[in-house]
């Protein structure tokens, strides 16, 4: 380990364009695969060698062997890319209290640790680089380039599939249809350059060092691209350990610990266009073609997306492309239902009987005292607009959405194992993971706590010895408390926020109908609820902000092992908060709203006071679909312009302020490198709130559709902004990602498979007991007398004897004094029946007719769910064959080259050999005298049969299903 060796610096001096773009070392040839940053803290001496003692620990840079050492041991100098090195080194005093007395310990500490870490990845192959200019504070940056060797190394290590020489035609439809399907396609296809998916494809295989004649490899430089390379230098980062001057593993364990500030990959140079278009990089294809808003209409580059940012990355675009497009069909049925309710608004029975003012339904009053009575007629608008969403074809519309809901699956389905197969992906193992750093540290204090009561107990030593290898259910307990405490806490205080709004809701709604001003108190309805809704706005957006750092915080709690497990927990704690913290005003309107407020002469009371709220005449499905609508569309329209858009442009603002005073000296001596302009973007912190995001949004398409049907049209204009939105985000607001693999989207599959199938149940509910659909049929099938829905109003109102008013509760100026009985909506005997005010018969049979409903909805849609999942196969018919056909295809490749290495040997002891006699065979070395034996003469057999052909091996030897041979037991087991 050369932990005290000195290490040469490389000058950096040149500019970007000279070598490179920023993106080299200072040979200009060898890449910058990966980049750490640390803050250099304290002043650095620069001296000659041949006038400076030798101190025992310091450090400058490294090049792994590219610097002969002089024979003093001091390495004078070297040449690096055919540049010689100035002779003079720069060291970096570890030791020396005398030469820096301001030295703190945790700046020495963290000087050995990357001295140590550093001289581990050189021993691990790969190769370093700093500036030589040495500050005495500031960023300091590490380069770090994999050689070949390692690439090689490492890419057979990890399993990853590379193109061989092969080549396969692809089966592609030749009808008609299709053909011309491809000319429309080619109107929105972006021009990128053909990621390997054209007529043709390269049969891949997981890379081995002893078949690199069988790969395509043109240039060892550009064989595995920038992505590939970044995440091979990640691995080796990942595993790295510093034993000496700490236990920890990794580079993310040393970024917890403040040694380094940060590590990532560069980007392919700048993202804008500059030039000829063929010679573009990657970053500035997906800027002009994928990140930009003038660029909605087309597909998106999803292939070089996965080649720059890697598959997990690559996914979460697809998916979120996937679900788009199939927001298309939904939005048009979603506006056919709501044209149709808009169409037939004038002719619908039940809002005309309301509107009619001859009919003279005096209702009774809507607040104790200060109310009066009031006539029906004057909420004719809230009825004739709750009949644009309440009306007959709301119900084909929950049925289709929870179809689409299962179609949507069903197709990721199919799309997920396509690009698994057009990516290599299928039959990759999971990574191994290594324990995050606070699982680390955790363990690392039990094992010294143990220590110290081994001391303590000597007796006990060798018993209580063992290895302390994992946490414990004991160890995890005090995080598991506080996480149920906490979270039964966060619903409190959600179901607090709800309950707030709705004493919000009554007092005010109370206040407005004391007031003397006639135009207050006929827009009572409509100002409380918006004013509730905007409210309600606006305590979900900062609930969900606090919901998702206590998230955070209670999964830390727990202790994950690893950063999956880690992910996992976090976005299940994550989902559930938000979950209700979006949704629980939405389920109070719906289902709760107007079911306990009571009757009149018998109100349900808050605070002895004020009565509960009850529903508009014309039910609670209006009020649900405002509610519905403002929050999705000021939650969108919010996250997207001032979380998304504002909050970092306003972040990169303040970093840019903040850095200008510091680095305007150096910016006027050299153009900024591309690691500089790297490290000034925001860090990558995962997909989980794009997720989340796009979940939520879910949930508002598929949960209460019935009641909004406009809410995939909205939910696809979001989604089209969006998509660039987060594209552009990833190529010129963020560094880049390491390229991590992934088969699939993981638990956020299980998450929307929850909630298609709970949509179904809430929109049955819904159409059943929220809108007035149910006791529609029920009134026209069982009570009407011509068959129609005449009198329908009629029949939902219930009288109540003015007389029977509790003292201090009826109106105290009434303009009605007429008025002996009023009318209010609900199935209740009338005054003068022996069971006055008791539930009728009418309300039992609508309440029957509610709850089958809610079962023969449920179970035809999950029938016909399971229909549309049975029809629709998961894996497309090509995609098995060409499954089939690679096999095939794999094993014959390595059958001929096996067949070939063996002629070619045998050829080679035939000529130094004696000439055997006839049936001899030539023994062979190493593995190729397991082949199976053939005579290299002898026409025919003993038998007289035709001649034994010789083969090299067969298919069913490399499947391994050739049962034992008498004559060879091992060719069974030949290695391919």
């Known amino acids: ?101 301001a030295a703190e310990p945790a700046d020495h500490e963290m000087h050995l640790i990357r001295q140590e870490f550093e001289a581990n990845l050189l021993e691990a192959g790969l190769e370093i680089e700093r500036d030589k200019e040495v500050k005495a504070h500031g960023l300091s940056f590490t380069r770090l380039h994999a050689p070949w060797p390692v690439l090689c190394r490492e890419a057979e290590f990890l399993k990853i599939k590379v193109p061989t020489k092969t080549r396969y035609d692809i089966k592609e439809e030749s009808a008609l249809s299709s053909s011309v399907w491809r000319k429309l396609k080619q109107l929105f296809q972006p021009k990128v350059r053909p990621q390997d998916h054209g007529p043709t494809k390269f049969l891949t295989h997981c890379f081995s060092r002893d078949k690199l004649h069988l790969y395509n490899i043109t240039s060892k430089d550009s064989f595995f691209d920038n992505a590939t390379r970044g995440r091979i230098v990640y691995e080796i980062l990942r595993r790295t350990v510093c034993v000496r001057s700490c236990q920890t593993i990794g580079i993310t364990t040393l970024i917890a610990k403040g040694v380094y500030d940060s590590a990532f990959p560069l980007h392919d140079g700048d993202y804008n266009a500059t030039g000829h278009p063929e010679e573009r990089n990657d970053r500035q294809i997906l800027h002009e073609e994928w990140a930009r808003y003038s660029a909605f209409y087309k597909y998106q580059p999803i292939d070089l997306v996965r080649k720059y940012f890697g598959e997990k990355i690559g996914l979460y675009f697809a998916w979120l492309g996937v679900y788009t497009q199939l927001l298309v069909p939904a939005s048009i049925v979603g506006i056919i239902v709501f044209g149709y309710g808009v169409a037939t608004v004038d002719t619908n029975i039940p809002s005309l009987e309301m509107c009619d003012e001859r009919f003279n339904f005096t209702m009774c009053p809507l607040c104790d005292g200060a109310c009066d009575f009031w006539q029906l007629s004057t909420a004719c608008g809230t009825a004739r607009a709750s009949h644009l969403f309440d009306n007959p074809a709301t119900v084909f519309f929950a049925i289709f959405m929870s179809l689409w809901a299962v179609l949507f699956l069903e197709h990721w389905k199919r799309r997920q194992i396509s690009l698994s197969f057009s990516w290599d992906l299928t039959g990759i193992e999971d990574d191994e993971e290594h324990p995050r750093p606070k699982y680390e540290t955790i363990l690392l204090q039990k094992r010294q706590r143990k220590q110290k009561n081994n001391k303590k107990k000597k007796k006990k030593k060798k018993k209580n010895q063992v290895a302390i290898e994992k946490l414990t259910w004991k160890d995890r307990l005090p995080g598991y408390c506080i996480n149920v405490s906490s979270i039964l806490f966060m619903f409190g205080l959600t179901f607090s926020a709800v309950f707030g709004v709705i004493i919000y809701r009554i007092t005010v709604s109370a206040l407005m109908a004391m007031s003397p001003d006639p135009e207050t108190k006929s827009n009572v309805r409509v100002t409380v609820t918006a004013t509730a809704v905007i409210i309600n706005l606006v305590v979900i957006l900062i609930l969900d902000e606090i919901y998702g750092a206590v998230a955070v915080w209670l999964t830390e709690l727990e202790i994950p092992k690893t950063e999956t497990n880690f992910e996992e927990r976090l976005i299940l704690k994550a989902f559930l908060l938000k979950f209700m913290n979006a949704y629980a005003p939405i389920f109070y309107v719906a289902f709760f709203k107007g079911r306990f407020a009571g009757r009149p002469g018998s109100y349900v009371y808050v605070f002895n006071d004020y009565r509960m709220e009850e529903c508009a005449p014309g039910g609670c499905l209006i009020e649900l679909c405002i509610q519905l609508s403002i929050i999705m569309l000021g939650k969108q329209l919010i996250q997207n312009n001032i979380f998304e858009i504002g909050i970092p442009k306003l972040k990169k603002l303040v970093r840019t302020l903040k850095d200008k005073g510091v680095e305007k000296k150096e910016e006027d001596e050299k153009p900024p490198q591309q690691w500089n302009l790297d490290y000034a973007l925001a860090p990558f912190e995962g997909l989980t709130p794009e997720y989340m995001e796009m979940i939520i949004q879910f949930g508002f398409v598929s949960l209460f559709v019935a009641s909004f049907p406009l809410a995939p049209l909205f939910a696809l204009l979001n989604n089209v902004i969006e998509i660039r939105l987060d594209a552009k985000k990833f190529v010129t607001e963020l560094r880049r990602p390491v390229a991590a693999r992934a088969k699939d989207i993981g638990i956020w599959y299980n998450i929307l498979s929850g909630m298609g199938k709970f949509s179904v149940i809430i929109n049955a509910f819904v159409i059943s007991f929220t809108s007035d659909f149910i006791p529609r049929l029920v009134y026209q099938y069982m009570y009407s007398q011509s068959g129609t829905m005449h009198g329908f109003i009629d029949h939902t109102l219930s009288y109540f004897n003015v007389s029977n008013f509790k003292p201090g509760t009826a109106p105290h100026n009434s303009d009605h004094a007429d008025v002996s009985v009023c009318r209010y909506k609900d199935y209740r005997e009338p005054p003068w029946s022996p069971d006055a005010y008791h539930f009728s018969k009418q309300y039992w049979s609508v309440l029957a007719a509610r709850l089958a409903f809610v079962i023969l909805f449920q179970n035809l849609v999950m029938f016909l769910s399971l229909v549309v999942a049975w029809v629709i196969p998961d894996i497309p018919k090509t995609i098995v064959e060409q499954l089939k056909r690679e096999k095939k295809l794999l094993v014959d490749l390595f059958l001929r080259e096996e067949k070939d290495k063996f002629q070619l040997i045998q050829s080679l002891f035939a000529k130094d050999a004696p000439v055997p006699p006839a049936g001899h065979v030539l023994p062979l070395p190493g593995r190729y005298n397991t082949l199976p034996q053939c005579p290299t003469q002898a026409p025919d057999d003993d038998d007289g049969g035709p001649r034994a052909r010789c083969r090299a091996a067969s298919f069913g030897l490399y499947t391994r299903k050739v049962p034992p041979s008498p004559r060879n037991e091992n060719s069974r087991h030949t290695a391919v």
Not at 56 to 63: A, Q
């Open 1 to 101: 380990m050369q932990t005290d060796d000195k290490i040469p610096v490389v000058s950096s001096s040149s500019s970007p364009q000279d070598n490179g773009e920023g993106l080299h070392f200072s040979d200009g040839r060898r890449k910058v695969d990966y980049v750490l940053v640390f803050h250099q803290r304290r002043h650095a001496s620069v001296r000659s060698p041949a006038s400076t003692s030798v101190s025992h620990d310091r450090l400058s840079i490294v090049s792994n062997g590219n610097f002969p050492q002089g024979s003093d041991g001091k390495g004078g100098g070297g040449v690096v890319g055919g540049e010689a090195v100035s002779v003079g080194e720069v060291f970096m005093e570890l030791d020396s209290g005398e030469a820096n007395e």
